[in-house]
């Protein structure tokens, strides 16, 4: 299922949308215990970097993508690039 990260940015329902009318499972994720249920992830509204990452944290995602993305490395639209710059150390929320 692909999770379509629900921070506050970017144009979620379209992605949705898209999904829908290509008959593929995605649910709108916005909880850490939604975006756990991912296999993949898109994360809308990326184009400013520090408005994103501060949206990420106020929404209690960032350690859930943190730990999906850069230990389970689960695939990622959006923000793979930026992964690199996250900490390594990231709590296990899933």
């Known amino acids: 299922m692909i999770g ?3 921070y506050g940015l970017g144009n979620i329902q379209a992605f949705a949308n898209i999904y829908k009318r290509l008959n593929i499972q995605a649910e709108i994720a916005s909880t850490p ?3 756990c249920r991912a ?3 898109i994360l809308p509204g990326v184009g400013a970097f ?3 990452m501060t ?3 106020e929404s209690g995602m960032r350690d859930a993508l943190e730990e999906m993305v ?3 490395r689960k695939p990622v639209l959006g923000f793979a690039w930026a992964c690199r710059s996250w900490p390594i ?3 296990k929320v899933c």
């Open 89 to 91: 150390a990231a709590t």
């Open 55 to 57: 949206r990420l944290s």
């Open 39 to 41: 296999d993949r992830i």
């Open 70 to 72: 850069v230990r389970e």
């Open 33 to 35: 215990q939604d975006l």
């Open 50 to 52: 520090d408005w994103a």
């Open 4 to 6: 379509i990260v629900n």
